[in-house]
């Protein structure tokens, strides 16, 4: 094992778990910080005896001393912060919202620069864009004009911002990723948390409707925490932010797949498209990093499976 040691923020969340998942895989010393010592999500993906080789703490990423102390205590070399509130989240309550998903972010920088760490990683969104009409058509690429057309999004322009600054002025580098539609075990919650909902639904014999249609990109969670850990591990000097990509889906495709795989399924959705471009250029990650992508059709099937497994031996609930 390498001398490293990994914090990682929101480590309770679908895509924390998932890192924390392969961090252990891996080999790697790792150190879970959420507001919650343990969560169901960490309960599925992780065996007991994986479990054993994290390091637990609870603490809230607003207050500073918690961070600082967590960085300090633990001997904090790498760093995923993942930990915000998502859309709806930040819709019902936006001073919460802009505490965690700004101010959290400053006080991670701030750790970082008070305890000698040099280079993180974040998570970024490809809600910092906005409708598809306000840009050319086809792939959007990595460096489009910010547009948000929600909090959250304005929220994650504002940590791509405050990134920048902590290397202009404390050379901290630092990656940011910006993930579209996440899907897998573990993704139970947030606007774009529907496609899982469907198929863990599905599983279930209970009837789903997704409240969206068109076209996205959808990555599954475990290559996302893959990704995270890729650009978290390989510093580039800046502050550099990618666009996460893939194949683009209809949701009515994913709609069919979740049929194939459970004929009697009962899911229906809405013709609507979410107000984004349906894909996103990641030309600049894959020139500097290993890229995670496991087809579409082979994650979701895998997530399936795992719900078929979770169900029947009542692991899981449906929402
Ligand atoms: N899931 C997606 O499709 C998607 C898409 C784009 C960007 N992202 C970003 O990726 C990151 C992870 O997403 P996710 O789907 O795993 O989210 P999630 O909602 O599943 O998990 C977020 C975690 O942050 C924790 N958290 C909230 N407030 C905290 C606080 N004050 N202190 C410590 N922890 C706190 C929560 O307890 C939760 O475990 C987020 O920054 C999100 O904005 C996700």
Redesign the pocket.
Known sequence: MADRTYLV??A?????AWTLYHLVKQGERVVS????ER?HRVDLLLSEEDKKKVTFVS????NFENVNNTFKEHKITHVIH?????VPFCRANPILGAQ?NVV?TVNIFEAAKANGVSHMAQ?S??AVFGPPSMYPPGLLANDAPHAPTNLYGVYKVADEGIAKIYWQDAKISSAGLR????YGVG?D??M?SDPTKAMLAAMAGQPFHINFGGKQQLQWASDTAQQFIEIATKPRDGANIYNMGGVITAIADVVALIKQVKPDAQVTMNETPLNLPDGFDDSELRKHFTVYETPFEQGARQTMEAFRSYLAQGRIKVN
């Open positions: 923020t929101g309770m969340g679908c895509i924390g910080f959420d507001l919650q969560g603490g809230d990423l607003t993942l930990a915000a509130l998502q965690v959290g998570a969104s490809v993930p579209y539609t996440v993704r919650q947030g774009t």
